[in-house]
């Protein structure tokens, strides 16, 4: 009789472990989805695909607490102008607070927009006021929305955005350098750190796309305050949109500039080549035609592919 009941206990414990391992575990089915989820919300906040509704346009336009969602906001704002939505223009005066916001993404955010509408006598002169800007890269977004408008006043910072430019400490201090000639940078990308004498450590910034071309002075070296630290060549992309833009209102002194380009070691891509050439014959062409008849308005003329 103990023997039956051992190996019926046997038994019921072998049922019982067996029932226990059959049973799923249920970690192992919880973060998988749980990662499936995470991840599908990621995308969805990085994503500007997503339609806002017009509750949401005005609430992300006039709220920038949170920088994504604005700029979502902005994103598909220049696309609703480009369709010809109108009633986007109720937020215009949005864009145009954005403009004098202190963070610089908005403020190129929105000379990308302003650039959507040629028509708007408000958007033409804020963007005149942004071309006194103290960051490159909004200065360069308001140059490119200007030209839209056929307006030249952005020809000298169009002209100036081809060349390589000198980057600069704004505070004396020992430089440290996380970039070597060769490498790539984007527009705001730490490329060094200067530690003052306080113990106070702050970072440079690249204003604008590009490659480093040289390195000014060593690494761990003492620098005084405006010392030129480094020399970075144009990106390819901002080159080819400057390019675009001189070819509607680019000026005979920008020739050279421009050929300069195109004796660039190593060459610069084919489509960049390209439109160089396409935005000289254009420069030719209209002065020829300046000297000749009181100028008109320009047409706007290819890009290279």
Known sequence: ???GRSDHASSSSLNAMGHRRSRPNLAMLVVPVLLMVVTYMFWYQTWF???LSNREMGEYLAD???PHKTQHALAQMADRIRHG?????????QVLALTRSPQSQFRLAAAWVMGQDNTSAAFHQALHELLEDGEPAVRLNAALALVRFADSAGEPELRQMLRPYTLRTSRAGTVEFLV????AVTTSSIVARIKTAGGVTANISAPLTGEIQELIVPDKSTVARDAALMIVSPGVDEVWECLRGL????????VQEIEILLRHTPPMPERVRQQAMLTIQAI???????QTQSPGRVAPGPAAE
């Open 247 to 254: 070819y509607l209102v680019g000026e005979v002194r920008d």
């Open 1 to 3: 009789m103990t023997a």
């Open 284 to 290: 030719r062409s209209r002065n020829t035609l300046q």
């Open 180 to 183: 070597k000639r060769g490498d």
């Open 85 to 93: 939505d109108e009633s986007v223009k109720q937020w215009y005066p």
């Open 64 to 66: 920038t607490s949170i």
């Open 49 to 51: 695909g997503g339609r």
